[in-house]
């Protein structure tokens, strides 16, 4: 089964309440009628109902599927800019600014899902990327044991012409600028656990560099080791090469001659690029010249699902992103419910 398909198919067995803030949107109602009717979604809209409507009526399409919530006539208003104000208390927030604040839509979709309306939520067709980042880190904090939030694109190879088959993450393409060997260390492991969750196999992490195995000598080469050996200190099962070139991270006979005792052996399904300049570069590589279908920025290392989307994004990539985020959740559950019982 196409990697895609497995994840439309997986959201489809276990649908999540998945909150989109930007219900006017031609290209969001398109995507949110299509997962609602195929069953990957349970979807809510936020927003002004008569608009949404409105605009739903003029596009043809029909909304009956979808619970809208009005920002004005809501009745969970109250209880979460309650709620807001009791997080960003110390941070100085009054609580006329929460009730200020609550009625932004990305704020109150983000709070839905902090309060357990929701489960996951997807934004950025109309905000921007650091307005969706910033209020997905405040409203929903971190995951248990992570230190850091980074985000990844999901790349499907399924072509025909496609030497590679299947899926890959690649990360972080879409958020941290220049991280640290620590950060870079967080970024592999929160991808590890991505590749998990969404290809359904054990993630293959290749930590990418101009050197393979010390072929070269520089600060950025030693950044990229320090961070795969952080990473193998937390996680000594995970199959990860330190330094390596894209080349042996993919191609086996490559790997063989360059890095005979490479754990991932020219198999990498998660690339770790050392920096954000040539993770960006990358993806739209393989997107543009390769084509690879690119899904993202997606983010991880959130308590709770919290996707961004491109503001060029089409219907197609919204509703993906949906399906995305169902199994996100699923996951998140799966983690938390083992949290409680190890505790």
């Known amino acids: 089964m196409k ?38 979604a349970r979807v809510v809209l936020v927003g002004e109902r008569t608009g949404i409507n409105r605009k739903a009526e003029l596009l043809g399409l029909d909304l009956a599927a979808i619970d809208i919530i009005d920002l004005m006539d809501s009745p969970l208003r ?33 709070l839905l899902v902090r309060e357990g309306y929701a489960d996951g939520s997807v934004a950025g067709a109309v905000n921007t990327t650091a307005d969706v980042v910033r209020s997905a880190i405040q409203l929903l904090g971190l995951a248990p044991g992570s230190k850091l ?37 967080q970024i592999a492991l929160t991808a590890a656990d991505s590749a998990e969750t969404l290809l359904g196999e054990e993630a293959r992490v290749a930590m990418l560099s101009f050197s393979t195995s ?10 990229v080791v320090r961070a795969a050996r952080r990473v193998k200190a937390e996680r000594p099962d995970l199959a990860i090469d330190e330094d390596v070139q894209l080349d042996a991270a993919i191609v086996a006979d490559i790997a063989e001659r360059k890095l005979p005792n490479s754990k991932v052996q020219g ?67 799966s983690r938390d419910t083992t949290v409680a019982d190890d505790a």
């Open 3 to 40: 990697a895609l398909n497995r994840i439309l198919e997986q959201a489809r067995q276990d649908p999540r309440r998945i909150v989109l803030c930007e219900g006017e949107d031609e290209r969001v109602l398109h995507a949110a009628v299509k997962a609602a009717e195929n069953g990957i």
């Open 78 to 110: 109250e209880s979460l800019a309650e709620a807001l104000y009791a997080l960003r208390e110390k941070r100085g927030m009054t609580r006329e600014q929460a009730q200020i604040s609550v009625c932004e839509p990305l704020c109150f979709a983000n």
């Open 149 to 185: 939030v980074s985000s990844f694109f999901l790349m499907m190879l399924c072509k025909p012409f496609h030497n590679l088959k299947g899926g890959m993450i690649f990360s972080d393409c879409g958020l941290v600028i220049a991280p640290d060997d620590e950060k870079l260390s």
């Open 214 to 223: 010390g072929s070269a000598q520089h600060d950025s080469v030693e950044k």
């Open 267 to 333: 198999s990498a399904n998660v690339l770790i690029f050392p920096d954000l300049q040539s993770g960006n570069i990358g993806y739209k590589l393989a997107e543009r010249i390769g084509g690879a279908e690119a899904i993202g920025p997606l983010l991880q290392g959130l308590a709770k699902p919290a996707n961004d989307l491109s503001r060029g994004c089409s219907a197609d990539d919204i509703y993906h992103v949906i399906a995305v985020t169902t199994v996100q959740a699923q996951a998140a559950e």
